[in-house]
């Protein structure tokens, strides 16, 4: 169940020049209420009451206090890396869906492309998973993070060429049994086609600007099939998180 509440900036990590840290302190002491692997908040800038919350996947909670990996992609994300510690923050979550929980012996691949490593870094170290190999695409060297298998379009780091052409080589020798993946659409969307000929599950986090996170204004709105033909869902209410197989990619 969603709540709104105020939190406390307690540290603000800079990771590179795209990309920073928020830790968030609640008044909630349990983390099994601030959030599950795949959900998300929506933040309020705290001198924009009247402006649109902003999105952000969960990146890692510890006691009382969420994580926020963070991209400048904007005006508004932008906003938030120029924080000061001590500032006030309402959020309101957590929202949306989460990832199933691993079985325990089930071999996992976790596909994650740019900012879409936040929810699996929060999946991964939930569920201490040992038996799952991470891989990782970017731009360059700074859309990169540590998993088990980097590659970079720009080869600056780790294996040059995109992470699907990885994947590709990687299903031709190993044993996967369900994908997990968050990134930008159209990796995913390969990613699907790829796992569909060797017979594997993916679970998704769609990436799509949920303004309300409520599935109220209906801007989020992605097809998803049915016995008929397609549906509509939102992604931040009925989602973020669909099976790959549901998701109607070209649209």
Aim: net charge negative; proline share 4%; charged share 25%.
């Amino acid at each position: 169940m969603p709540f709104e509440m105020t939190g406390v900036l307690v540290t603000k990590s800079k990771i590179n020049n795209n990309y920073f840290i928020l830790d968030i302190k609640t008044q909630y002491k349990l983390n099994s209420h601030l959030g599950k692997p795949g959900q998300f908040y929506e933040i309020q800038m705290p001198d924009f009451p009247n402006k649109l919350r902003i999105p952000i996947s969960i990146f890692k909670i510890e006691k009382d206090t969420i994580s926020f990996m963070i991209k400048i992609a904007g005006q508004g994300t932008d906003y938030l890396s120029k924080l000061e510690n001590g500032v006030k923050i309402n959020i309101l979550g957590p929202l949306g869906n989460e990832f199933s929980i691993p079985e325990t012996k089930q071999s996992i691949l976790l596909i994650s492309g740019g900012i879409g490593y936040a929810p699996l870094f929060f999946f991964k170290n939930h569920f201490n998973l040992s038996n799952s190999v991470w891989m990782h695409g970017g731009r360059n060297s700074e859309e990169v993070f540590n998993c088990d298998l980097v590659y970079t379009d720009d080869g600056s780091e780790g294996i040059k060429g995109y992470v699907t052409e990885g994947l590709e080589e990687y299903l031709d020798s190993h044993l996967v049994e369900r994908i997990y993946t968050c990134g930008p659409k159209i990796m995913m969307k390969r990613i699907c086609e790829i796992a569909y000929k060797h017979q594997i599950k993916v679970e998704a986090s769609l990436e799509e600007y949920m303004a309300c996170g409520m599935g109220v204004c209906y801007g989020c709105v992605v097809k998803i099939k049915n016995d008929q033909d397609f549906q509509y869902k939102t992604v931040c209410k009925d989602g973020p998180i669909f099976l790959g197989e549901e998701v109607i990619w070209d649209e």
